[in-house]
C-alpha cells in the first residue's frame, strides 16, 4: 500500500465516509492511475481531462458513472493532497440526464412479489414496499426493530449514516412474523446470508428479483428500488402529505422528494385542462373542399 493511497483512507475516515464510499473512491483513483501507471501526485489537470475524455468516448461510461469518478478525484486533490485549484473547471462533473421513475401499479406489485418463490426473499422485497425501504436498509434489519407496541419499524444507520423510524403496515408484520416462524434465522439479521454473521447480500436479493420480473411477464422494469418509488407515488396518491413521505424516505432535502410529484398521476391529472373550458360546443373544422383540376 502507498503511503498516498493510505493518506486517502485516512482522509476518508476522518470524515467518516461510508464504507461503501470510500471503497468506490479508492477504486476509481486506483483505476486512474493504473491508467497512466503513475502516481496519481505526479498527474495534473491535462492528464485529468484526457482521462475524462477516454472514460466518456472509448469507454462510453454514463453521466452518473462519471460523476463517481469525480467525485474520487476532486477528494484526492482537493482533500488528500490539499490543491488549491478551480475543480468546477479542471475536473467538470457531467450534467446527467434527468429521468421519470416507470411506477409499478398496486396490482403490478401484487403481481411480482406474488411471483417471488423464496421465504426470505418475498419478505424482504414486500418489506422494501410496505416501508419504502432501500434494499441495503431492508437486508440489515434487526429482530429487534421491530416495534409492535409502536408499530414502527427502526432503521439503523441508512444512507448518510442516519437512523430512521419507518411504518410498519399489520399486513407487513404479519409477512414478517410468518417468515420468523417457518425459517427461525439465526443470529443478530432478521435476513441472515451465506456468510456467518451476515445479513444477506443485496447482489442475492437483486438475483431473485430478476428473476421474479421474467415469471411475472410485467412489461415495466423491476428492481427493488422500483418497490421503494412505489411506495412513495402510492402514498402521495392517496394523499399523504410530501414532509410525511419525506421522513419515511430518509431523503435529506423535500426537492428530492418533490420530484414524486411529477410522477403521481392524480396530481398531474388532477388540474383541468384549458379545452374543457372552452365553451360548447367546440366548432367542427370544416371538410377541405376537392380541388379542381380542370
Not at 498527474?43 to 485529468?48: Q, R, T, V
Request: a positive charge.
Amino acid at each position: 500500500m502507498t503511503s498516498l493511497r493510505l493518506r486517502m483512507m485516512e482522509d476518508m475516515q476522518l470524515r467518516n465516509l461510508s464504507r461503501h464510499t470510500q471503497d468506490s473512491y479508492l477504486l476509481q483513483v486506483s483505476q486512474f492511475a493504473r491508467h497512466f501507471a503513475k502516481s496519481p501526485a505526479l498527474l495534473g489537470p491535462e492528464d485529468i481531462h484526457a482521462y475524462q475524455v477516454y472514460l466518456t468516448n472509448e469507454k462510453k461510461l454514463a453521466p452518473r458513472s462519471m460523476q463517481v469518478t469525480v467525485a474520487a478525484l476532486r477528494f484526492l486533490y482537493r482533500v488528500t493532497l490539499g490543491l488549491d485549484w478551480d475543480f468546477d473547471r479542471i475536473i467538470p462533473c457531467p450534467k446527467a440526464p434527468k429521468t421519470l421513475a416507470v411506477i409499478l401499479s398496486p396490482e403490478e406489485v401484487l403481481h411480482f412479489l406474488g411471483c417471488i418463490e423464496s421465504f426470505k426473499h418475498q419478505a424482504i422485497l414486500t418489506t422494501c414496499y410496505a416501508a419504502g425501504l432501500r434494499i441495503s436498509e431492508a437486508t440489515r434489519l434487526k429482530p429487534e426493530a421491530i416495534d409492535r407496541q409502536r408499530m414502527v419499524l427502526r432503521v439503523e444507520q441508512g444512507k448518510g449514516q442516519k437512523d430512521r423510524y419507518v411504518m410498519l403496515s399489520a399486513r407487513l408484520l404479519e409477512v414478517l412474523t410468518d417468515y420468523w416462524r417457518a425459517v427461525r434465522p439465526a443470529g443478530a439479521w432478521m435476513f441472515p446470508g451465506a456468510v456467518a454473521g451476515e445479513p444477506i447480500s443485496t447482489s442475492a436479493v437483486d438475483a431473485t428479483c430478476r428473476q421474479a420480473h421474467r415469471m411475472s411477464k410485467l412489461s415495466k422494469p423491476v428492481t427493488p428500488h422500483s418497490l421503494r418509488h412505489a411506495f412513495a407515488v402510492h402514498l402521495l396518491e392517496a394523499g399523504t402529505d410530501l414532509r410525511t413521505i419525506q421522513l419515511l424516505l430518509g431523503h435529506r432535502s423535500l426537492s428530492t422528494t418533490a420530484q414524486y410529484l411529477r410522477i403521481a398521476t392524480n396530481k398531474v391529472c388532477a388540474a383541468t385542462s384549458p379545452l374543457e373550458l372552452l365553451p360548447r360546443p367546440i366548432p367542427k373544422a370544416s371538410s377541405p373542399s376537392t380541388p379542381e383540376h380542370f
